[in-house]
């Protein structure tokens, strides 16, 4: 059994910054055959796309919203239209944010539950033809999902739903050898844009710091490093799970 996925085609979404990037990259490493979506052109993309060719094969990087079926649409035709399955797909592309809930607008409710939710939603059910026996769908949640975070109840509970989804599916379609898992990811030192001050910055890198019993964020390549293992065929009989990579909380 190895970890190389030479021959292997794979789907990220959210692949132009952060954890999504360093999946990409750590897929593409190891052998696969990459499609990637974003929805900013600009450095992130243009560097990405630099990196990727260093690696050699045939990638490529869709500007794609994946929060609406349009652009679900879209990703999932550059797909089609490469692959004749896809042996992994990562949904990754999430928005963070955070509100007391007593001034929870509906409209951000709806803004980070259809990007973490629904939209894993849509690119699951239009790359279900491409799923085959074999295939490994590994969706990102969060290690707040189970905790609760305060002023974060409308991102756990986008969090949450997915591992709902996930396990619901992993019964639904393990028969047919499908296999859906969860990375939930601690803290991760990345570029995730939250409305945070300087001051909220600071307490909340000393209470979560604190937690930690490595005493450390996560980096992006240690989250990229789980998601590897249950794309492979070192993970074959993982199935239904939701591994916390989060130093120890
Ligand atoms: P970043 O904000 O650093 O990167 C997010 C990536 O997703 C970007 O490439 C962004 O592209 C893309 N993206 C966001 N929304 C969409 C969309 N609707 N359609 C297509 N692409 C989209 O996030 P992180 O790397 O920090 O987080 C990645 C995942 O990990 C998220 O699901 C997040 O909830 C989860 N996570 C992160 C943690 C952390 O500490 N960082 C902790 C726990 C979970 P663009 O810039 O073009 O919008």
Redesign the pocket.
Known sequence: MELQLVGKNALV?????????AVVLALAKAGATVVT????DGE??DSLNRELKEIGGEHALVR????TAE?AELLLRECRDRFESLDVLVN?????SQIPFAQLPFEEWERVVT??LT?PFMVISKALPLLREGSSVIN?????AMAGIPLRGH?TAS?AGLVGLTRSLCKELGGKGIRFNVV??????????DELTDEQRAAYNERYLRMMALGR??R?EE?AGAVLFLASELSTYVNGETLHVDGGV
């Open positions: 979404t959210g692949g132009s910054r952060g954890i999504g990037r979506c974003y929805r900013q992130a993309v794609a919203d994946v929060g652009g990754n592309a999430g928005v963070i990007t973490n939209g990102i949640g969060s290690r707040g991102y969090k939930a990811p601690g803290v991760i030192d990345t570029s995730e844009p964020f996560g992006p989250i």
